[in-house]
């Protein structure tokens, strides 16, 4: 089994900045990418950033200059450093990770149970 934990929501002033952290556990023999995405009520599940295991990074052009993702191979963790956070950013921020359980399976998508990010004028 394999579990995604997130931590660091919270609630913010704009302009603030918060970091997100996503710890993969379990049984995992390998993680092809990690990402962030976000839901605002009313609104689809939209991605934030990407980032692959050799780095490889991906931004939504909303947040593309004020976010930052980085990924701890050794530790299986993926942060998501957000600066200059706007009202707009306000919404439940959702762990994603494709992620190999034993070398002869498939790719699996898992994700977190969701962190909320707050963003006040």
């Known amino acids: 089994q394999v579990q995604l934990v997130e931590s660091g929501g919270g609630l913010v002033q704009a302009g603030g900045s918060l970091r997100l952290s996503c710890a993969a556990s379990?049984?995992?023999?390998?993680?092809?990418?990690m990402g962030w995405y976000r839901q605002a009520p009313g609104k689809q599940r939209e991605l934030v950033a990407s980032?692959?295991?050799?780095?490889?990074?991906n931004y939504a052009v909303a947040v593309k200059g004020r976010f930052t993702i980085s990924m701890d191979n050794a530790k299986n963790t993926v942060y998501l450093q957000m600066n200059s956070l706007k009202p707009e950013d306000t919404a439940v921020y959702y762990c994603?990770?494709?992620?190999?359980?034993?070398?002869?399976?498939?790719?699996?998508?898992?994700w977190g149970q969701g962190t909320q990010v707050t963003v006040s004028s």
């Open positions: 980032v692959t295991s050799s780095s490889s990074t």
């Open positions: 379990g049984t995992i023999f390998s993680i092809n990418a």
């Open positions: 994603n990770a494709g992620i190999r359980r034993r070398s002869f399976l498939r790719t699996d998508n898992y």
